[in-house]
């Protein structure tokens, strides 16, 4: 089963699956950069919506300049090729956390705040989580597409 | 793509995105503001009635109307929180209404 898997990962030639990881990067980093410029933009909407998630809401200033400014410490480091791996491993940790609360927050019951702002701002919160999934495949087969081509040169 | 071509290609995009999300952020800015419909009486979300100003993130889930842009037109733009929208002279935003309900 592992080994069909491998097999199937390894179909796209070497150019392809180069060609992938750019695109999955570059998606990244058009996600965060354009979420970050959103947050520092309304920072003080951003924290007050984070102020009133469970949890983390006593964190709301740090969080609200942190999150930002983490996405684009992230995008920068997705935009430089040799750094790209840990590019790519860093925005999937980020987007499982992300996805975690978001799940957290749905199946718990907790208040949900309606107004994430940013590209999902109009998506409900069940809608931000496939978003999030979406996102969390491709960095998953970013990072794959990523070591096989770098095992290949080897 | 060569290194210096994919840094290059990697800064643009981040500009770009960065840039949009900028314009359509600030854009807003001119005489949009967004109002909460604190006042159930009036439901219709491009009534202006029941709407009021509060600067910071008011909604919760639950509900069919939290919050609307609303283009205040020649009116004087909101200075503090609580202030009601002008009942003339404004334009709905047409779908800027978050679903919810004020806090």
């Known amino acids: 089963m592992e080994t069909a898997i491998k097999r199937l990962l390894l179909l796209p030639s070497p150019k392809t699956r180069e060609i992938i990881v750019d695109i999955v990067a570059y998606l990244f980093v058009i ?29 709301d200033l740090i969080l609200a300049w942190g999150i930002p400014i983490l996405e684009i410490v992230i995008s920068i480091i997705l935009i430089i090729p040799s750094l790209r791996k840990l590019g790519l491993r860093a925005a999937l940790i980020l987007m499982v956390i ?21 590209v999902i701002s109009s998506l409900s919160w069940q809608q931000h989580i496939w978003f999030n999934v979406g996102f969390i495949i491709l960095a998953v087969l970013g990072i794959i597409f990523n070591n096989n081509n770098k095992n290949n040169l080897q | 793509m060569n290194t210096l071509k994919k840094v290059t290609f990697g800064v643009l995009v981040a500009g770009i995105a960065f ?25 219709d979300p491009k009534d202006p009635r029941g709407y009021f100003y509060y600067s910071s993130d008011r909604c919760e889930a639950g509900g069919k109307i939290c919050c609307a842009h609303w283009d205040i037109g020649l009116n004087i733009a909101p200075t ?3 202030q009601a929208l002008a009942p003339t002279g404004v334009t709905y935003q047409l779908g800027s209404n978050v679903v919810g309900h004020f806090e």
């Open chain 1, 31 to 59: 996600l965060f950069m354009y979420t970050a410029a959103n947050k520092l933009l309304t920072i003080k909407s951003f924290s007050s919506t984070i102020a009133k998630m469970s949890f983390i809401g006593q964190y």
């Open chain 1, 98 to 118: 992300f996805t975690v609360y978001l799940v957290y927050m749905v199946l718990s019951g907790s208040k949900l705040p309606c107004n994430c702002g940013g």
């Open chain 2, 19 to 43: 840039g949009v999300s900028a314009f359509t952020t600030l854009k807003p800015k001119s005489n949009i503001f967004n109002y909460y419909k604190t006042n159930l009486n009036y439901p």
């Open chain 2, 80 to 82: 503090y929180d609580g």
